[in-house]
């Protein structure tokens, strides 16, 4: 499976920006690629996701108009631009990517198919 690995979490205030970003190991071909997140003791939830080939990107309602999901398909790499971060938003975040044979790009987790270690946003009141 493809190996995808997240950086950029950290501890901030509420308010302040993190940038995250998704790196994958090699050149890969995939139909969607997305953010998720999970909190301790909760299900993980979708955050946003891209289509591979340059479409429209798709946002929960409860980031919408905070976050801005991008990528860079010569660098393999997604990024997640979140701003005016909430105390809500602490949550350890995944990088995920669907195969190109999957049919729509989907904000469901068991719709894809490679996941990365995730890493940790923790935003302080």
């Known amino acids: 499976q493809v190996q995808l690995v997240e950086s950029g979490g950290g501890s901030v205030q509420a308010g302040e920006s993190l940038r995250l970003s998704c790196k994958a190991s090699?050149?890969?071909?995939?139909?969607?690629m997305g953010w998720f997140r999970q909190d301790q003791g909760k299900e993980r939830e979708w955050v946003a996701s891209?289509?591979?080939?340059?479409?429209?990107?798709e946002y929960a309602d409860s980031v919408k108009g905070r976050f801005t999901i991008s990528q860079d398909s010569a660098e393999q790499a997604m990024y997640l631009e979140m701003n005016n971060l909430k105390v809500e938003d602490t949550a350890v975040y995944y990088c995920?990517?669907?195969?190109?044979?999957?049919?729509?790009?989907?904000?469901?987790?068991?719709?894809?198919?490679?996941w990365g270690q995730g890493t940790q946003v923790t935003v302080s009141a």
């Open positions: 891209i289509r591979s080939g340059g479409g429209s990107e």
């Open positions: 995920a990517a669907q195969s190109p044979y999957r049919l729509r790009c989907s904000g469901l987790k068991h719709e894809y198919d490679a």
């Open positions: 090699r050149s890969i071909y995939t139909k969607c």
